[in-house]
């Protein structure tokens, strides 16, 4: 039986978006250029536009292939076996932003924020991908509920706070607040799923 072999073509759109997330987490959203771009996937300018109609386009899929990314990050620590506690307790470990991945990744995530401030598309875009990981909290808090891990009134409620206080938690780290630390930050994560565990 033979295995199909990797597309050239999916290969090289996958460097290229790989290096427009590099580009944009050094350099920013606003600073991009096409040449950095090509430039540090190792191709021209020409190819670049070849896959990508425009900046815009490469910028959309950009921060597809992050979020992509990032679920395949959760998938492999994240044990479908793991009870909703432990997956929650999990999803707040895989997010630190403690390796050169998850740095990156979490400033891309910013550059997305601050052009949603002013782009309707990338606010859409933001609405879809924080959405399905606002959901991946929103199960796992739902699940620990129904099977009483944890004593949530309202999982959604929950989830909101959860994930808010991991963007507020992680930008104070990359921002090198004084007060916060990733060893602070996973401590405090973990305490506040903790403090919804019922007493036994």
Known sequence: M?????????????DILAATCAVVSERGFRDL???????????????????????DELLREAFRFQYEASVHRRESYVDPDDDPVTKLRKLADGYLPSSETTIESWLVWME????AL?????SHIN???YGEWRQAVLSAATEARERGLLDVDDPLAFADMYVSMMDGLAIQVLIGAEHMTIERMRETCWAFVDSFVPAS
């Open 2 to 14: 033979h295995m199909a072999r990797p597309s050239p073509v999916a290969d090289r759109r996958g």
């Open 112 to 115: 997305l924020w601050v052009s």
């Open 127 to 129: 609405d879809v991908y």
């Open 33 to 55: 250029r096409v040449a950095d771009v090509a430039r540090v996937a190792g191709c021209s300018s020409g190819t670049v536009h070849y896959y990508f109609a425009s900046k």
């Open 118 to 122: 002013r782009d309707d598309t990338m």
